[in-house]
């Protein structure tokens, strides 16, 4: 029953809060009708919502491991649905940022808070594939708000879409609290000095530098390219409309949705015939990295 009430709560949270990772970039011509905002703060828009999720990173990781994964990724949906009505409601460009900011530190629960249930929860050797169908559902929601908005704009404005997307977020993170069974974490009676001095343990070492810069580099290429430039290079060096704007992030999207489970698919098999998963994931986050700088050598 783990899918019902583990697998599903999480993964469906993540789905509907990654929702509105790439709606901006549909709605923007909307939102610079209706408000009059100009380019340079559409673009503060966009980071608003990073800005957001970096500073939640640190203390999350603090959270999770204190009051684990369903206390925290529940509050924190309720965040991004506070966040998304406060959006649908800015009138100014202050309202609107405040708004992305909380999107952003909401969102930015999710995958860990995923990644944290399916390791308590989980055997081992079933993580690689559970956590790629997870980062497959963050991507769903990233389709949802590509072209499915462009359609949806035809019936209704861009704040009656975060208002209704607001209620589902905030029904998804009910759900956790109800579905998802209690269980203390491991740190759960250790006092927060103890764990602050192992989250320094772990920043000092050798094994978490050997990893984290390249980890740093591929998951900002990613999150920059296709979640904050690439909606404003089409419309503004590319001349694309906003419905092939919109096609574009949904097959950019669909990607994302196939190789988060086929690479933990793919994991799981090497593990098999003895390649490790950390081995065959910085292969392709290289293979990553030089896709992104082929791309940037066509268009410099």
Known sequence: MLIFRVFLPFSLGYLFASFFRSVVA????????????????????SSAFFLGATLIQ???GVLLDRYGPRLVNGVLLLTVAIGA???????SVTMLVLGR????????SCMAACFKAFAMWYPPDRLPLVNGLAVAAGGIGMMGGTLPVEWALQLV????????EAAIVALMGV??????????TETRKETLVSQIKGLGTVLTARQFWRIAPLVMISTG????????????WLRDIAGYDRVQIANTLLIATFALVVSGPLGGYVASLLRCVGVATMTFAVACMFVFLLVQIALFLEMS
């Open 157 to 164: 404005d861009w704040r009656e879409i975060h208002q209704i």
């Open 85 to 91: 009505a406060i959006f649908s409601l800015g009138d």
């Open 101 to 108: 900011a909380l999107i952003g530190v909401g969102t930015a």
């Open 58 to 60: 640190l203390p999350l």
């Open 175 to 184: 759900l956790v609290f109800v579905a998802v069974p209690r269980q203390e």
């Open 26 to 45: 549909v709605v923007a011509p909307d939102i610079v009708e209706d408000i009059g905002v100009d380019a340079t703060n559409l673009g503060l828009l």
């Open 221 to 232: 290429a990613y999150a920059g390219v296709l979640q904050l430039w690439t909606g404003p």
